[in-house]
């Protein structure tokens, strides 16, 4: 069983950044890809980054944060990261983080098995 924990979101003014951090309980975090997704309100759920296992060499970012966020991983501290520049107002959403059971790092959501309580980002303009 892995256990997820997001944090590092907060209120931000547009062109700000902020780090977001997912923290995961358990041993075999190592070789299980992990994913980013946010969910606006009254919005679907959109898969934002992902990461493969273990040593993260293939990434997937949404073209809507291409170039401005970063996804990188730090397996000796059970930890992935998704740092967020030049946020957008339209990035505004809560943000979660999920692994999979698997080091094979996948863009639907349902793949993944294990998720996080999520974090809330809020870009002001």
């Known amino acids: 069983q892995v256990q997820l924990v997001e944090s590092g979101g907060g209120l931000v003014q547009a062109g700000g950044s902020l780090l977001l951090s997912c923290s995961a309980s358990?041993?075999?975090?190592?070789?299980?890809?992990v994913g980013w997704f946010r969910q606006a309100p009254g919005k679907e759920r959109e898969t934002v980054s992902t990461?493969?296992?273990?040593?993260?060499?293939?990434?997937y970012y949404a073209d809507s944060v291409k170039g401005r966020f970063t996804i990188s991983r730090d397996n000796a501290k059970n930890t992935v990261y998704l740092q967020m520049n030049s946020l957008k107002v339209d990035d505004t959403a809560v943000y979660f983080c999920?692994?999979?059971?698997?080091?094979?790092?996948?863009?639907?959501?349902?793949?993944?098995?294990?998720w996080g309580q999520g974090t809330q980002v809020t870009v002001s303009s």
């Open positions: 999920a692994a999979r059971r698997s080091p094979v790092s996948v863009r639907a959501s349902l793949a993944y098995d294990y």
């Open positions: 358990g041993r075999t975090f190592s070789s299980y890809a």
């Open positions: 990461i493969s296992a273990p040593s993260g060499t293939t990434t």
